[in-house]
């Protein structure tokens, strides 16, 4: 039977970065749950009903929207009220609901600091799989060290979803992954390191880990708000030469 490890994560403050709009900016959090582990291939197999080549490996291959699918599909599988809602492509997140979900950018960063105000938790090589260890795929997961919180793997082995938009100013749709994986080297594996990909794209490097958490507000949440990514989006000007095409 299926189980989704969950830690809890009491309320605090995280200080987020946009290298690009040089600036930062203070978030105030609730409390909510995240996955002490990564989603495992075993995970998905028996949610999903697919196969898992190595069941103790995080799954990867994922893509964000089957991710966010998948969150409601674990929340069906555990009776929860699905937290995302689907209009082809274009999917909402109903902020009030309990099931599992994409933990938000700042949510996953203060999830993975566990209180620490350096780049990473711990010392690197016992508490990530990088390219400093010449592995050529994702290591099962808890094989090093856990932070504070009890939560493993957050730095390395694979990178992580979460719910944000990366820069719709200049990648349109792309949503944010976090973490740092196994083919990273080890300089590039930060809790303040953010990469992201258009929400089809899949690599073997990026997976996903599950958040919980349901709050009284509309279309806002731990550091996210539909309007927060209007304003960012919003450029005048012709996009300057290597910037993605916005779709409308």
């Known amino acids: 039977m299926v189980d989704f490890e969950m830690t809890r994560i009491a309320g605090g403050e995280v200080t987020l970065h946009d290298a690009r709009r040089r600036t930062r900016r203070v978030v105030r959090l609730e409390p909510f749950e995240i996955g002490v582990y990564p989603v495992t291939e075993e995970q998905v197999a028996e949610v999903l009903g697919v196969a898992a080549r190595h069941p103790d490996r995080p799954a990867t291959d994922v893509s964000w929207l089957r991710a966010v699918h998948f969150c409601n599909a674990a929340s069906e599988w555990e009776g929860l009220d699905p937290a995302y809602g689907f209009e082809g492509e274009e999917v909402t997140w109903h902020v009030d609901a309990d099931g599992f979900r994409l933990p938000t950018e700042a949510e996953w960063e203060f999830a993975c ?131 993605t095409p916005r779709s409308r």
Not at 184 to 198: E, L, M
């Open 113 to 243: 600091r566990a209180g620490s105000t350096g780049p990473h938790y711990g010392p690197l090589t016992e508490v990530a799989w990088t390219a400093a260890d010449g592995v050529t795929s994702p290591q099962p997961v808890g094989g090093r060290m856990p932070n504070l919180n009890g939560a493993f793997d957050m730095l390395g082995n694979v990178w992580e979803w979460c719910w944000d938009l990366l820069d719709p100013a200049r990648y349109d749709e792309y949503r944010v992954f976090r973490g740092g994986g196994f083919a990273d080297d080890a300089w590039s594996v930060r809790a303040s390191t953010r990469r992201g990909g258009a929400p089809r794209m899949h690599h073997e490097d990026v997976g996903l880990r599950l958040a919980r958490g349901g709050f009284d507000t509309t279309d806002a949440a731990q550091g996210w708000s539909a309007a927060a990514d209007r304003e960012r989006a919003a450029i005048d000007a012709p996009l300057p030469p290597g910037w």
